[in-house]
């Protein structure tokens, strides 16, 4: 039995689409919000280019393939500095996967990046096992991500003077 990572073509993100839907469900980063329309949303991007969907997947010659993890990337341009990066938008494992097996989808993601002329890839991350094996890898996790719900924020500072 041999694993794979790939980049799906839109046809097979339409076809699997129950699978990556709830794999996306799973792990939607802190950035998105609860949309009453997001996961239509998500696959209008998946079809159109907008993000990349990845299968990391088994296969065997006397068995039909099987999904072992989806990530999703997406090129984020900072006009600011000019810089391009491949964001791992989402990435969801159905079963344990080896740090071998995170290892191989890394290495192909990075080759991807580096083939579309990016600096870096950048994620989001609250797993411990995640941030340890990136770290190993030479990823910087000195950064904390911060986020304000700006409703519940508002609400909160409502009426205070500023100082």
Not at 40 to 69: C, H, M, Q
Not at 89 to 105: A, D, E, F, S, T
């Amino acid at each position: 039995m041999k694993t794979y990572v790939t980049k799906l073509l839109p046809e097979e993100v339409a076809k699997h689409w129950d699978i990556i839907k709830y794999a996306v469900e799973q792990s939607m980063p802190p950035t998105s919000y609860d949309h009453p329309d997001m996961m239509n949303r998500v696959l209008s991007a998946a079809l159109i280019g907008i993000v990349e969907v990845w299968a990391y997947y088994t296969k065997s010659e006397d068995k039909p393939s099987i999904f072992e993890g989806i990530g999703l990337s997406k090129e984020v341009y900072d006009e600011v500095s000019g810089t391009k990066n491949l964001l791992i938008y989402c990435l969801y494992g159905y079963n344990p996967v080896k740090l071998i097996g995170w290892r191989q989808k890394i290495s192909v993601i990075t080759k991807y990046a580096k083939a579309k002329g990016c600096s870096q890839v950048v994620a989001y991350s609250n797993n411990p096992f995640i941030i340890k094996m990136m770290h190993g890898l030479g990823a910087n996790t000195e950064q904390t991500f911060i986020s304000l719900d700006v409703n519940e924020t508002v609400k909160k500072l409502n009426g205070l003077s500023e100082v």
